[in-house]
């Protein structure tokens, strides 16, 4: 298992509510991303920290929002929740120091909105 | 079109079988590849990493990388009923940044 952790596993929202996911990165690691895993299909990226800033952005609308924290743990904030944001969100921590730098994966939180 | 093409699956093969997973890719940029192993309910886990073209063994799994074509596969030997998961394929221009995957495909290892 990767050091990884996220919270809370999973939960259930209303159209409209707002909703934020905790990730604790592996020790020693600086850069979180996170990722949104529809159900049948691949982790799709949608943002990164890097230092407490965002380090580039996929295709998710500003109402996908998120933070670092300085001991390098991570929030994803997602207002005005719509049903297709139902998904398992994955965040993974990597350290940024050389060519090699791989991402590991936390166990994810399933978020259900109806 | 997406950037990484996986088919879906699902792939079922008796135990000890060889299997081999495939995906093209059509992003020129990409220079990291990489194959995740994701069972049920759980986040991905990195099984093999691969940089630029060649190939990687690391014990029963085998990575290949052709540039040239686009094409990107994992090779399991002595597959075991263990093995059972979906497998994703990633790629990227920088290792630690956005990873582009696959949709995956389900394997099932029949005992």
């Known amino acids: 298992e990767t050091g990884v952790t996220q919270s809370p596993t999973h939960l259930i929202k209303t159209r409209g509510q707002q909703v934020t996911l905790r990730c604790s990165s592996q020790?020693?690691?600086?850069?979180v991303s996170w990722y949104q895993q529809a159900l049948g299909q691949g982790p799709q990226f949608i943002f990164q920290?890097?230092?407490?800033?965002?380090?580039g952005r996929g295709n998710f609308p500003p109402r996908f929002s998120g933070l670092q924290f300085p001991n390098y743990s991570s929030e994803l904030n997602v207002n005005a929740l719509e049903l297709d944001d139902s998904a398992l969100y994955l965040c993974a921590s990597s350290l940024i120091q050389g060519r090699e730098d791989t991402q590991y994966f936390g166990p994810g939180t399933r978020l259900t909105v109806l | 079109q997406k950037e990484v093409e996986q088919d879906p699956g699902p792939l079922s093969v008796p135990e000890g079988a060889i299997v081999s997973l495939n995906c093209t890719y059509s992003?020129?940029?990409?220079?990291?590849f990489m194959w995740y192993r994701q069972y049920s309910r759980k986040g991905p886990e990195l099984l093999m990493y691969?940089?630029?073209?060649g190939n990687k063994e690391d014990g029963r799994f085998t990575a290949q990388v052709d540039k040239s074509s686009k094409y990107i596969s994992l090779f399991i030997r002595d597959s075991q009923p263990s093995d059972s998961a979906t497998y994703l394929c990633?790629?990227?221009?920088?290792?630690?940044?956005?990873?582009?995957f696959g949709s995956g495909t389900r394997l099932l290892v029949r005992p």
């Open positions: 920290y890097y230092r407490e800033e965002e380090n």
């Open positions: 992003n020129s940029a990409f220079q990291y």
């Open positions: 020790s020693g690691h600086n850069t």
């Open positions: 691969t940089y630029s073209s």
């Open positions: 990633a790629g990227s221009m920088d290792s630690s940044y956005k990873l582009i």
